[in-house]
Structures are given as structure tokens and as C-alpha cells.
């Protein structure tokens, strides 16, 4: 099945630890987007990447990192940094800037104890 | 970035009753696209509004765009309980290449 593959679905950390959440596509689009969303919340962008090797804080960045070095993956990590980590996180893909739908994957939940 | 409110942020209504949520902003917007997220689940698309005063349809929804380009809204005829979910408007920022900025989203709860 093509699209847009995220894990862990679930992930339970401790606080202080890093985690990396994976985002995967077979859709060969050439940009990639994180999104964040809180419980009765909208989304809000993390970062971006319009290409390989290149990539663009959103409005809240602060406290998360990413890298893509491959065209079919744009991780994120959530690092010790970020103070209120728990939330919903969705990753996001569509053929370039101002080109139409944004496609999702399914999610990855993330919480903090 | 752009910014974009959506009205209302809860609504209740009888299975069969209208449903309608709107989206405003305070700039010119160049398209707006919809979103709907059912519980538990991730944005589909529903559909892109790019010139003024358009009207689009999908069945029992129907989709307008401002003729100023500045608000958009989302109406559903005889809601059903499929209809379930939030109702998101979302606009591209700035140049476009940062991505979607999205409303926080209108949540439909439909009782039998």
C-alpha cells in the first residue's frame, strides 16, 4: 500500500529523554512537512523540507531537530529541549510548494511521563 | 505567517440538521483548501478553493470561497453520523513554500 508510513503510532518516554519519531514515503514527492497538534487543537508547522539535504524551521521549531538526507525520509527529533512534548504528530508530503493537497500519515502520539 | 480564524470551535446538532463552519482572514488569501479529521485519525483532503466567489460541491457538501478572497465556508445539508469529525480550513503562508497554515478547526458532534 503507496503513501505515507509513521512510527512508533504510540510512544511512551521519560522526560529528559530524546526520541526520534520516522516519517516515510513512497509518493516521491519532493516536500515534506512536520505538524504538531494538541488535544481540540489545530496543527502547527515544526519544519519543512522542500528538498534533500535542505530544510526550514516552522513557527514552533524550537526544541525539535530533523535531517533529510534521502527523499523517502524526514525524521523528527523531539529532544529533551522541548518543554511540553506530549502531543499528536503528523508528518505530511505534497509534490512542492503551492502544488495542491498535503497528504498525512496516520499519526504518532507521543507521551511524556 | 498567515493567520486564519475558524467559527465556530464546537458544534452540536441533531442528525439531519445543517451543519455550517467558517473561516476568515484578515488578508487576501491566493486558495484555501479543507480538511476534515475524523476521531482518532489523521486531515484528509476534501477540496482547494483558488478564484473568487467559487462555489464548489460534493454531494451534500458545499464549499464557498469569498468574492474578496478573505473568507471561505464549509456547509453540510442533513448531517449524518459519518459526518463525524473536525473541519479544518488551511491557506499557504507567506511565498507558499512554508507549508499550510491551518485554522484550529470546527469539531462536529452529531447526536442521533
Known amino acids: 500500500d503507496g503513501g505515507i508510513t509513521q512510527s512508533p503510532k504510540y510512544l511512551f518516554r521519560k522526560e529528559g529523554q530524546n526520541v526520534t519519531l520516522s516519517c516515510e514515503q513512497n509518493?516521491?514527492?519532493?516536500?515534506m512537512y512536520w505538524y504538531r497538534q494538541d488535544p481540540g487543537q489545530g496543527l502547527r508547522l515544526i519544519y519543512y523540507?522542500?528538498?534533500?539535504?535542505?530544510?526550514q524551521k516552522g513557527d514552533i521549531a524550537e526544541g525539535y531537530s530533523v535531517s533529510r538526507e534521502k527523499k523517502e525520509s524526514f525524521p523528527l527529533t523531539v529532544t529533551s529541549a522541548q518543554k511540553n512534548p506530549t502531543a499528536f504528530y503528523l508528518c505530511a508530503t505534497n509534490s512542492g510548494p503551492l502544488t495542491g493537497e498535503l497528504f498525512f500519515g496516520e499519526g504518532s502520539r507521543l507521551t511524556v511521563l | 505567517g498567515q493567520q486564519v480564524m475558524q467559527i465556530p470551535q464546537y458544534q452540536h446538532v441533531q442528525e439531519g440538521e445543517d451543519f455550517t463552519t467558517y473561516c476568515n482572514s484578515s488578508?487576501?488569501?491566493?486558495?484555501i483548501q479543507w480538511y476534515k479529521q475524523r476521531p482518532g485519525g489523521h486531515p484528509v483532503f476534501l477540496i482547494q478553493?483558488?478564484?473568487?466567489?467559487e462555489v464548489k460541491k460534493q454531494k451534500r457538501l458545499t464549499f464557498q470561497f469569498g468574492e474578496a478572497k478573505k473568507n471561505s465556508s464549509l456547509h453540510i445539508t442533513a448531517t449524518q453520523t459519518t459526518d463525524v469529525g473536525t473541519y479544518f480550513c488551511a491557506v499557504y503562508s507567506g511565498g507558499g513554500a512554508d507549508g499550510l497554515t491551518f485554522g484550529k478547526g470546527t469539531h462536529l458532534i452529531i447526536q442521533p
Open positions: 509518493l516521491n514527492h519532493d516536500a
Open positions: 478553493l483558488v478564484k473568487s466567489g
Open positions: 488578508t487576501t488569501l491566493s486558495n
Open positions: 523540507s522542500q528538498i534533500v539535504n535542505d530544510f
